[in-house]
């Protein structure tokens, strides 16, 4: 069997990864004590020179949305999770419907230990949001309330009656093409 070998232009660019060299002061030259004065002062200085760059926020996008759009985009997130197998936060998600004020998406859990399941996964969720609505002023806001009646879609109407809700032209949908529900 021939394997042919692999052709390289001679024209790549070449790749240097430099690592900024960190000069610590140390007063001549000699061993720096854990406790000392000077100790603390190295720290400081490492901690100047190491410091992270920020992205300026002013340049992210801010486009307005509708709730209509924020719930397709949290129904569509849902899904993903439940064919991932994450049958516990989809069904947290889908639990109803959230209520947007602003740009802040307010959510209605019925106890304490879903709110905790849903902190795991709310920042991966606003990763999300924000990326689909160009929108990164996007936050959550979980309530709790103990008394909350939940509502699911059991029967095939149900279902069609929720996402009618969602999006009404998909009543359009079903008159044009004389669908059954």
Known sequence: ???????????????VITTPKIEIPIENGAKVSALSLSSIRAKKALEQT?????KEVAHLP????????MLLQWNKYAQRLGDKGHKIMESLLLINDPKLKGTTIIHELPNEGSKIDFESEKYDLM?????????????????????????KAFTAQDKYNRLNEINPNLDLLRKTFDLDI
């Not at 001679?10 to 790749?15: A, D, F, N």
């Not at 190491?50 to 920020?54: G, H």
């Open 1 to 15: 069997m021939n394997i042919p070998t692999p052709v390289f232009p001679e024209t790549l660019p070449e790749v």
């Open 50 to 54: 190491s410091k992270a760059v920020v």
């Open 127 to 151: 990763g999300y949001l924000r990326g689909k609505l160009h929108n990164h002023d996007i936050t959550i806001e979980i309530v709790v309330n103990e008394k909350m009646d939940a509502r």
């Open 62 to 69: 801010t486009e307005p949305f509708t709730e209509t759009d």
